[in-house]
């Protein structure tokens, strides 16, 4: 093989290329089995029926919607109250097993009227989820009609 040829140095140039794709491919694709993939939304109401990427910053009762995440992956979650409505941990908290389409939903929530954040633990520190968001209907803290 002549080295100086035009045509044999593109196709080592070309090669060369393609390794080096795929490196990068197989090391992104094994970090993203490692981390938390997933996405939490604050809906209001039940459950979804599908999977509904929105938020609901403002919910007279909800429920959270885990989505995008790999099957078989547990956590906990936590919602505290916050600022300006107060400062009070763990609220309501829980833990969750995805589906194996990578999805779980947790049951109707009910909360006094205020402000809230959500933690959502994943594989990790480092892959923790958090939303901010408001209650505005009066509502005592706990599920409604079902055990969370």
Known sequence: ???????VRRLLGRALML????AVLSV??????????????VHEGATDVGRIVSEDSHV???????????AGQAG?????????????AAVISGSY???????????EYGLPIGHYSLSW????????KHKTFWVTCANSPGPIGGIG
């Open 60 to 70: 007279c009762t909800f429920h959270l919607h885990f989505f995008f995440a790999d």
């Open 28 to 41: 992104s694709t094994a970090l993203a089995a490692n981390g938390n993939k997933g996405t939490v939304k």
């Open 19 to 22: 390794g080096a794709m795929m």
């Open 1 to 7: 093989m002549n080295h100086d040829d035009p045509g």
């Open 121 to 128: 633990d994943g594989r990790s520190d480092q892959n923790a």
């Open 76 to 88: 906990d979650w936590t919602i505290d109250q916050t600022a300006p409505t107060g400062d009070a």
């Open 97 to 107: 097993l995805t589906d194996g389409n990578g999805e779980y939903q947790t049951v």
